[in-house]
């Protein structure tokens, strides 16, 4: 018998979690040296790191909310969005920086090895057993990846 969904969304903090793991520990310093070849200045890394922690303190906050409150809740289409906005986020812009800078890409490992499948698993999932549906999913499977893309680009600019 498969686990029921309440549970297996827990996957998605701990996807985000060992992805901006990633990201913490090697990001400031590639950042640091590809400075030249960004189109704006990095952010330090103390900001980078912070705002990688309050990314992944609030995976955590919106799956137990959503574990708490159940189907069909503002949580749950949280959870959906983020489980979008991370498997967009292999896309863009961990492999094409990859290929671009033809070299290791902080958080590309754990962007293609884990968040891909986990992230696709709970997306359908959410979909499949009714957590989410219609023109609300289809609102923060949009909205959500364009917010948190807005956030980090604002990030990059102040």
């Known amino acids: 018998m498969l686990m029921p969904f309440r549970k297996l969304q827990w996957m998605f903090p701990i996807a985000v979690t060992l992805h901006n793991g990633e990201e913490g ?11 030249v070849q960004l189109p704006v200045q990095p952010p330090s890394a103390a900001e980078i790191r912070f705002a990688l922690l309050v990314l992944t303190v609030a995976a955590w906050l919106v799956t137990y909310l959503s574990d708490r409150k159940g189907r069909e809740s503002t949580w749950a289409y949280l959870v959906f969005g983020g489980a979008v906005a991370m498997f967009v986020n292999v896309f863009v812009p961990h492999v094409p920086a990859t290929v671009i800078f033809r070299s290791y890409t902080p958080g590309v490992v754990t962007a293609v090895l884990v968040n891909l499948p986990v992230m696709t ?3 359908a999932g959410m979909v499949r057993e009714r957590w989410v549906s219609g023109w609300k999913a289809a609102g923060f499977a949009v909205g959500l990846p364009v917010a948190l893309a807005g956030m980090i680009a604002t990030l990059f600019l102040w």
Request: net charge positive.
């Open 121 to 123: 698993f709970i997306a």
């Open 25 to 35: 520990i090697w990001m400031p310093g590639w950042a640091a040296r590809h400075a």
